[in-house]
C-alpha cells in the first residue's frame, strides 16, 4: 500500500492535501510534514483547509502557506488526511472531483472514500502514517519535518498517554528527538502558550459542569453567545472536554458546543468501556473508540437529552 501510493505522488505533478475543519494537532501535524515533504522532493503541492490554523501550531513551518479552497483546481492528485469521511473536508471536498484521490487516515469510521485507502485504525495518529510513507519514499525527516510529525503524534496520544500509544510510537518519537526535535520547545509552545481568551473559556466551560448516572457520565457546554462575549476561536474549544474526562469514576464525557449556525457540535471521550465511535456514528458523525463527534440539529437542551440518552443506552449494552 504504501509502495502504491509512493508510486502515485511519484507520478503526479500537482498535488493538494486536504484535511478537516476544527483542525487539530494531528491534522496540522501531519499534513504540513506531507507539504514540507513533497516540496523538499521537488513537487508542486498546496495544503488547502476550510478553516484557520490554531494559533498554537502556527509555529509549525508551512503554516504560512495554508490555503482557503479558494485556489485554483489544477491538481491532478488529492490526499486527504486524518478526515474520517468527505463531509468533514467542508468545501475543501470539492477538490476531490476528477482526480486521483488517496485517503490516509487512523479513524476506525472511516469507510475509505479515495481511489487509494491506507486506514490504520491501530495507529496513534495520521502523523505516523506519513513518518511511514516518507520512511517508504526515503525522504529525509529534517528538522521540521521532524517537528510537525511529533506534533501530530504527541496531540493524538494526548502526550504519549493514551491507549493508542504503543512501544512504535515511541520508538519513532525517539527517531525524531534525534532529527533535532526538542520536546520541552514544543510543549512550551503547544501547550503553555494558550490564548488567554481560551482559559477564559475553560473558566466558563466549568460553570456548566454536570453529572449523570451515578458520576459515571460528566457533560459540558458552551453556547455561541459565551464564545462571542469571550472574543474566542471556535477552535479554542479544543480539549476542554478533557476536563470533564479526567474526573475519577467518570467513564464517559460529552461536550456540547452551539456554532454560529444554531447547530450543536459534540465532542465525546471514554476511558475504558463504552465505545463512542459508535455513539458518534448513529448521530452521523465518527472518530474513535476513546474519542469521536458529530453534529446534531437541535437545540443546545434537546441535543443535550437526545445524547445523554443515548449514552445511557449505549452503557447499559445497547439496550
Ligand atoms: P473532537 O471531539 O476532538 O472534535 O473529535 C474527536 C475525534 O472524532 C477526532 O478524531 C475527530 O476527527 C473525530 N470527529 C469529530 N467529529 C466528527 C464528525 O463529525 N465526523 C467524523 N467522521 N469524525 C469526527
Ligand atoms: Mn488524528
Redesign the pocket.
Known amino acids: 500500500m504504501y509502495a502504491q501510493i509512493a508510486k502515485r505522488i511519484e507520478e503526479s505533478k500537482r498535488i493538494a492535501i486536504l484535511s478537516?475543519v476544527?483542525p487539530?494537532g494531528d491534522n496540522i501535524g501531519s499534513s504540513l510534514a506531507l507539504y514540507n515533504a513533497l516540496l523538499e522532493m521537488g513537487k508542486s503541492a498546496e495544503f488547502i483547509l476550510d478553516d484557520t490554523v490554531p494559533k498554537v501550531y502556527t509555529f509549525l513551518k508551512g503554516a504560512e502557506a495554508v490555503n482557503k479552497p479558494d485556489v485554483s483546481d489544477d491538481f491532478d492528485l488529492a490526499i486527504a488526511l486524518?478526515?474520517?469521511?468527505e463531509?468533514?473536508l467542508g468545501s475543501a471536498r470539492e477538490y476531490l472531483k476528477n482526480k486521483a484521490v488517496i485517503v490516509i487516515d487512523h479513524?476506525i469510521?472511516?469507510k475509505g472514500f479515495g481511489d487509494i485507502n491506507l486506514i490504520e485504525v491501530k495507529a496513534s495518529s495520521t502523523g505516523e502514517l506519513i513518518y511511514n510513507l516518507l520512511t517508504e519514499m526515503r525522504v529525509h525527516l529534517n528538522k521540521t519535518i521532524s517537528e510537525c510529525i511529533y506534533t501530530a503524534m504527541v496531540t493524538d496520544t494526548g502526550q504519549f498517554q493514551y491507549s493508542n500509544t504503543t512501544e512504535r510510537t515511541l520508538r519513532i518519537a525517539a527517531e525524531l528527538v534525534a532529527n533535532g526535535v526538542s520536546p520541552s520547545e514544543l510543549f512550551g509552545k503547544i501547550y503553555q502558550s494558550q490564548p488567554k481568551s481560551k482559559i477564559l473559556l475553560i473558566k466558563k466551560a466549568l460553570e456548566s459542569l454536570e453529572f449523570f448516572e451515578g458520576d459515571t457520565i460528566s457533560c459540558i457546554s458552551l453556547t455561541y453567545n459565551q464564545l462571542q462575549e469571550i472574543g474566542a476561536a471556535p477552535s479554542e474549544t479544543?480539549s476542554i472536554?478533557n476536563y470533564a474526562r479526567d474526573i475519577e469514576g467518570v467513564e464517559v464525557a460529552a461536550?456540547l458546543k452551539e456554532t454560529e449556525d444554531g447547530r450543536i457540535?459534540v465532542?465525546?471521550?471514554s476511558k475504558s468501556k463504552v465505545d463512542v465511535?459508535k455513539l458518534?456514528v448513529s448521530f452521523?458523525?465518527?472518530?474513535?473508540m476513546r474519542?469521536?463527534?458529530?453534529?446534531i440539529s437541535e437545540s443546545l437542551d434537546a441535543a443535550k437529552k437526545l445524547m445523554l440518552e443515548a449514552i445511557i443506552k449505549e452503557m447499559h449494552g445497547g439496550e
Open positions: 478537516h476544527m487539530d486524518d478526515c474520517g469521511d463531509e468533514r479513524h469510521s472511516n479544543e472536554i461536550f457540535r465532542s465525546l471521550r465511535s458518534a452521523g458523525g465518527g472518530g474513535h474519542a469521536s463527534g458529530c453534529t
